[in-house]
């Protein structure tokens, strides 16, 4: 027993330094996206903002059971979306505010995405690997933007995560890279038209147009109206896989090479340069893959991000000599690259 004792008694710190431990979270933190996603359908950050901050009453506006939301409250405090300020009482985190759907760069329509539709193709991914195709092929789809046509609601869903992306990394966006340069742009699979709309708003000089597939059109033209860039704005149906409309001096796609494999970024790419004039530039914005990945937080996304688009749209995350060599097989030269948050803006000209 009193050897027993001994062992019992190891230093805390000692065994929570073990790598197992480690490994162990990684393993468990698919919990934290679970949490996060039901604090996103219950609205908590939404009662929070309002005041609502005790557990009795936040069970009674979310209509859940009273001992197991404060449960929950007290594991979203563990990952630091709220804190506790009192025995009976919480509030929000810096962070947690981005879990409320009315604020500027809300990430609320994320956090639904990955916890109604993403963990689902995830779990397939073991599948995707032994083969090498995604969840649309597995399932006899030629993309999964044939599966979203069937399904209007994982579109919407689809639609308003990307939104949600683009709002959050918009201001690195701009920042990072000047638009003053172009008089006439155009958003090719531009969606509902927030980066767009945001470009059209810090140069105003600037005319744009968002050119994305037919089922975007209401809300991307309703966006020009609200960002009170109407005047300037348009929107355009048609698919980047077929053509891209000309009379640009500037094209720019923000996570769309990303989504395909070569070939189909090589059709897109040679339909942008069809469409750019001898003196058009044309500006991608994607996550670099690094030559050699480490463990580190940036590396961490953009390999996930890979994974996720192996699962899910069948394309992948770049190196930059990767997108050299892509740029280049379509008759551009890559002529500068700027980091911008988590993703770079790949400057190109045509050759």
């Known amino acids: ?40 359908r219950l609205g908590i950050a939404e009662l929070f903002a309002q005041g609502v901050n005790r557990p009795n009453e936040l069970a009674q506006r979310t209509g859940t059971h009273g001992p197991s939301l404060l449960r929950l409250l007290n594991a979203l405090v563990t990952i630091g979306i709220c804190k506790k300020i009192g025995i009976q009482e919480y509030e929000l985190t810096a962070i947690g505010e981005y879990l409320a759907g009315d604020t500027e760069q809300s990430l609320k329509s994320w956090a639904l995405y990955e916890g109604e539709m993403m963990w689902r193709s995830w779990g397939g991914l073991l599948e995707s690997i032994r083969t090498g195709k995604n969840l649309a092929e597995l399932t006899g789809f030629d993309s999964i933007f ?27 966006l701009l920042q990072a890279y000047d638009f003053s340069g172009f008089a006439q742009m155009i958003d090719v699979g531009g969606g509902h038209g927030e980066l767009m709309c945001a470009i059209l708003k810090a140069y105003p000089s600037m005319r744009g147009t968002i050119y994305d597939l037919p089922c975007c ?26 053509s891209v409309p000309c009379g640009a001096d500037g094209l720019v796609l923000k996570s769309i090479i990303h989504n395909w494999d070569d070939p189909r970024s090589l059709a897109i790419l040679r339909n942008c340069r069809t469409a750019l004039t001898s003196r058009g530039r044309l500006v991608l914005i994607e996550r670099l893959m690094p030559e050699m990945p480490e463990n ?31 740029l280049h097989a379509s008759d551009f030269n890559l002529v500068n690259v700027h980091a911008a948050g988590r993703f770079h803006v790949i400057e190109a000209m045509v050759v």
Do not use: W
């Not at 209401?218 to 698919?239: D, M, N, Y």
């Open 217 to 242: 059109a209401t809300a991307a033209r309703q966006k020009l109206i609200e960002a009170g860039v109407g005047e300037r704005g348009e929107f355009v149906a048609g698919s980047f896989l077929d």
């Open 1 to 40: 027993m009193a050897q027993s004792d001994g062992i019992f008694a190891m230093d805390a710190c000692q065994i929570d330094d073990l790598p197992a431990t480690a490994l162990l979270d990684l393993i468990a933190s698919h919990r934290v996206t679970a949490a996060l996603y039901v604090a996103a």
């Open 146 to 172: 044939d599966l979203m046509e069937r399904s209007p609601k994982v579109a919407q869903a689809f639609n308003a995560a990307m939104d949600a992306i683009n709002r959050h990394a918009i201001p690195a």
């Open 296 to 326: 580190n937080a940036e590396d961490r996304a953009v390999a996930l991000s890979d994974l996720n688009m192996l699962r899910g749209l069948g394309g992948r995350e770049r190196t930059k000599k990767e997108y050299t060599e892509l």
